[in-house]
């Protein structure tokens, strides 16, 4: 290159550099897209499998979905039922039939009415075989329901009819006092029919799912943000104050204690079970810790050996497993250890309980190896399984305790299989190479039919397979019972026979713990802990966070 053209070439040079500053400008100088919006961070402890209201199943995502839709009732901070997408609501004498009637305000995010056809759409849709739902079965005692779920009958047979655009009439075969709260559960969300391919499969994609609730979903990346923005379409957007809600899905939970304390998080899903004494010394009343209306268990598949037709080894499992050593030492975060299904607290029931429940784990140990022996396992010939449980410090440890404990009190030799929760589900569903599995059930209404219905015979809730001729009367005896005494008593007695056939392993109830920050309005807590972001707002000057 000639001495003289690299003076030019230099030149050349900062020129690029110059203009490079100016249309690039760094980082930190880039407009802030949250700039004057309030924005609201809160934690999700897995990654919602699905924004399709009607094939969702995990809490993750009804939490998610509760912001983004909306059904025909809901619940107020502190656990109240309201109305929501209807605004009264009337039933017949005989309890066979309810009216609905509609907002006419309310609107789509793409500015459709939501009519009383959205509602039917989607109810349809839930029932329909074709969708299979995973929570097809709670409508069984809607006109026609269960035929339809039998494939018996055409979807649109479903007992349900849009009188007008917004009257909404629901027949029922059998009365269902828990109907209005049932209602309140994202599977009956309205669908917007634009939203649906020629399958019927629905648009879920960040722009483009079309919500009736006060959000829209604008952005989602995979295991990491679920992120929402006001929908301007919303009936009652002028009283929603947060813009913008930030969902992050944050699977180990000391990283979300972490994020909290950066200031990265306003609520958290969780709190770490080794962490929680800390935490309450140092957050004091920003944690909050409240009964819960959910069940955490063991799962047999009951399809295949070793616990197929295997009741003694069942039992064993059972009672060998030291709840109340779970809960005060593994976990310590106030949860109950569980000696029957169904949880405390539920209205107008009492959870009859394991016979053992009475009796010292030393015991309890003591007949469980009585039961192995019986189940024909022994020291020459050890029971050998995999306990399959989803991603979750919480998870591993209590997994980890139970494989000790079965180890020594019986010599059982188990496996632990670790799974991202789809595979998991997908594996237990299958009920070919899973034998014992982790789950959860968390009360969806205030009722025991939601939680003795996990595990009716039929139901796609049923993982263990189980079948019971006699607890499945029961259960349809309760259901069609209008006087409430005799149906509690039939819904206990159901309990009953269940807990003696052990096709699960109840460990502990719940309680619901989050650290909410001080600069969170509105917050309330409640057994079915729903917390909807249209109800919080942030203290002035609270804004987006980093």
Known sequence: MSFFRRPLVLFSLLVVVALAFFFFPREGDRPDPFDGLVVLDRALSSEPESLDPQL????????????????????????????????????AEDALSYRFELRREARWSNGDPVTASDYVLGLQRLVDPATAAFYAGQLGSVLNAEPILRGEMAPQSLGVEAIDDYTLEIRLERPTPYLVALLTHPSTFPVNASGLNERGEMNVNAGELISNGAYVLEERTTNTLVQLRRNEQYWNNQNTAIDVVRHHVITEEMAELNRFRAGELHITSNVPPESFAQVKEEYGDQLHVYPYLGVYYYGFNLTKPPFKDNLPLRQALSMALDRETLVEKIIGRGEVPA???????????????????????????SIARSLYAQAGYGDDNPLRFELRYNTSDTHQRIALAAQSMWKDVLGAEVTLVNEEVRVMLQNIRDAEITQLFKSSWIGDFNDAQNFLGVVEPGAPSNMPGYENEEYLELLRNAASNMDLERRRLFLEEAERVMLADHPVIPVYFFVSKHLVSNDVVGWGDNLLDYHYSQHLSLKPGEQARP
Not at 339 to 365: C, K
């Open 339 to 365: 000696y029957s299904f169904v949880p405390p607290g539920i209205d107008n029931y009492e959870p009859p309980q394991f016979s053992y429940a009475n009796l010292t784990q030393a015991e309890r140990n």
């Open 56 to 91: 969702a199943r995990t809490t993750q995502a009804a939490d998610v979905l509760r912001d983004l839709g909306e059904g025909l009732a809901g619940y107020s901070p502190t656990g109240e039922l309201v109305p929501a997408g209807a605004i009264s609501w009337t039933s």
